[in-house]
Each structure stands twice: as C-alpha cells, then as structure tokens.
C-alpha cells in the first residue's frame, strides 16, 4: 500500500508542474505581457528544479525519504496558493520557482522509495511505475486546467484549488508510509558538484547532445504550443492545447517503457531520428497551419525524446565509475533542465523580432540539427568501436 500510495504522490506533484501550461495564453490577455515574458515564467521553473539537484540531491539518504518527500510536497503547495492569488508577473514567477523546487525534491526521491518499498525482485517494475508517475503526472496537468479552465468557472482559479486538494490527500499517504531509510544521527549536507570522468566523456558528450534536443522539445511543447495553436492554427480551446502536451509526455513514457530495451544499443540513434523527424513535422505543421501534423509531430518527437533519455542514462549508468554514478547523472539532468528552459526563451526572443511562425519552425529546425549532431556522433563512435577489434587482430 505505501508503494502505491507514493507513486500517487509522484503523480500528483508532477502534475502541478504542467497544470499552467494552457492558461498562459489566459495570463498573457489578462495581465497583458509578451510571449517573451511567457517563457521567462515557464523557464523560471527550471530554477528551481536545478537549485533543488544541487542543494538537496541526496538529501533523502540522509535525513529519510518521508522527511525529504513532504517538503517536496509543501513546495508543491505554497505554489499552488501563489498561483491562486497571482494578480500579477512577480508572483507567477515566484509560484514556478516553487513549483521546480518540489520537482527537483520529489524526482529521485520518490523513486528512490519506491525501489525501497518494491519486493527485493521489483526494482524495474518500481522504475517503470516511477517513469509512467512522472510522465503521467506531466500529461496529466495540462488536461486537467485545460478542461477545467474550458467548462468550468475560475479558470485561473480552479486548477490550482483542485490541486490542493490532492496535495492534501497525497502528504496524508506520505506521512502513514513507514520510513525506508534509516535517518543518519548527524546529518552532513554537501552541494552536489557537477562532473564528468574521462572515461565516459564521450558517452556522456553524446548523451547530453540527444537529452538536449529532447528536453528542448519538451520545453517548446510545454511553454509555446498553446500559443501557436491560439494564433496560428486558430484553435483556442484550453483543452485542445492541454490534450496535445499531453500527448508529447504520453508518448515520451511509452517510447521509455516499451521501445528502449527492445532496441538495445539501437535505441539512442533511433530517438534521435525520431526526433529529427517529430521536428521535421513540427515546421511543416507551422507553415500549414496543420492541426494533424502539429499532433503527429508530438507523437514522433515524444517517443524519441522516451528513448533517448532512457537509452543516454542507461549508457552512463553503464559506464560511469560507481562512486562517480550520481554525480554524472546529476550533470547529465543539469544539462536537461538547461535545456527545458533557455532554448524556449530564445524561441520567445525570435517571436518577438521575426514573427511567431517563422520563430517556430526555425527553433525546430535548430532543434532537428541539434538532434542530427548526436545522431553522426554516435555513428562515428560506433564504427570506431567497430574498427577497434579489427585493428587489434590484425596486430
């Protein structure tokens, strides 16, 4: 019951993370600022989950899970209250600041507990329970507003309220949970160092460069989509827009779960092709105006974004020195968070001087390449890798 009652926790607050993302378009006619400033709110997050790896990455090993979770939870909270009384930009920001803070907490932890809790042969049904709480939690917050904000009162309002109240109802799991982890009796914290071994320097390069281009697509999806949908598809509704991020996340949790270890050491060049393609899609969407195309572009960037983080991590947890595991996994999600967030205001930046179009099919095309980039890297490593044993029989 306390694995389940976790998992649920997970979900929930992950779901707080996404709930803005179709009222932007509602904040941006109520208190009248740019596309520009949009992004800054959405990228304003990404503080905060970054601050949150840094400060308390391994804080739940020494203190306990149930002590890290339900502040995670708190955090969680106090930005659902922010937004509730926001009536203008500094407390939008100050409620997604918050909102990253109980994301970059819940993250590791709560998967961490849930191998805790799993039968001592269920640490990968605990991962793929852990991945699809995460992803699903990230779909589900924009068709939760996006409905709510469509057919029911409040649309600013409302949301966060219904979000409350299952915080409310997930700190009262977290507290009945019994503790997994033994608390240390003089709890030292240290800030989590960024870095990279030589060893694994070129996995971890290549790696980064498909994550990059894959949480840059997560961050366009999340903070812009509803805003081309508004202006250049001529599509309003808050649920549509809230149902197209949540398919980008729904699929990123299937390509994640059913497609990267059936393509083993496949599967990172695949997500990146995948994604190359859902770019493709995404600028030939934009210029047609294109409902189908802008969703099947979800659908093929969130699979391969699946599959590439799933695969990069996998090919770091492999190769990294095990005292050195965390660090590099805590860099390689340093440079994910990067990419959640500036490429999105470089894309508002754009909109501003050339046009929303023309700034969302060029940030796909940088995004496409971007994703190219990684694709020939790994194809050079593995015929050098190739090149290796024929080399050495030849000597």
């Not at 400033?37 to 990228?43: E, I, K, L, R």
């Not at 990455?57 to 203190?63: A, E, K, R």
């Not at 840059?216 to 202006?231: E, I, N």
């Not at 994604?275 to 093929?300: D, F, N, R």
């Amino acid at each position: 019951m306390a694995f389940w009652l976790v998992a649920v926790a997970f979900w929930v607050t992950m779901v707080g993370t996404t709930l803005p993302t179709p009222l932007y378009v509602l904040y941006q006619r109520q208190m009248g600022f740019s596309l520009l400033t949009s992004t800054v709110v959405f990228a304003a997050y990404a503080v905060g989950v970054l601050a949150a790896l840094a400060a308390l990455g391994q804080v739940s090993d020494v203190i306990g899970r149930r002590r890290t979770l339900l502040p995670g939870l708190a955090c969680a909270a106090l930005s659902a209250l922010v937004f509730l009384a926001a009536h203008g930009l500094a407390l939008l920001l100050v409620g997604r600041v918050l909102s990253g803070l109980s994301a970059g907490i819940f993250t590791g932890t709560a998967t961490a507990t849930l191998v805790d809790l799993a039968p001592e042969d269920g640490a990968e049904q605990a991962t793929a329970v852990a991945t699809v709480a995460n992803m699903g939690g990230l779909g589900s917050g924009p068709v939760l507003s996006g409905l709510l904000a469509q057919f029911a009162p409040a649309p600013l309002r409302l949301p966060f309220a219904v979000h409350l109240v299952l915080l409310a109802l997930a700190a009262a799991g977290v507290w009945l949970m019994p503790e997994p982890v033994a608390a240390a009796d003089r709890p030292r914290l240290t800030l989590a160092r960024p870095g990279v071994p030589g060893s694994v320097r070129g996995t971890f390069t290549r790696a980064a460069i498909a994550g990059f281009a894959g949480f840059a697509v997560f961050g366009l999806f999340t903070a812009v989509v509803p805003v081309f949908l508004r202006q250049l598809l001529g599509v309003p509704d808050p649920a549509v827009s809230g149902a197209v991020v949540c398919v980008t996340f729904a699929a990123s949790a299937l390509g994640q779960l059913t497609l990267t270890r059936p393509l083993g050491r496949a599967a990172l060049p695949a997500g990146c092709a995948a994604l190359i393609g859902g770019m493709v899609l995404l600028a030939a969407g934009l210029a047609a105006g294109s409902l189908v195309l802008l969703i099947t572009s979800a659908v093929l960037a969130g699979l391969g974004q699946g599959v590439a983080l799933r695969a990069g991590l996998a090919a770091l947890n492999a190769q990294a020195p095990s005292g050195q595991r965390a660090q590099v996994a805590s860099t390689f999600f340093l440079v994910l968070y990067l990419a959640i967030s500036l490429p999105v205001v470089g894309e508002g930046l754009a909109a501003d001087a050339v046009g929303l179009r023309t700034a969302g099919i060029a940030f796909s095309l940088v995004v496409a390449v971007v994703a190219a980039v990684a694709l020939l890297a790994l194809r050079r490593a593995a015929r050098a890798e190739t090149a290796r044993p024929a080399n050495r029989s030849q000597a």
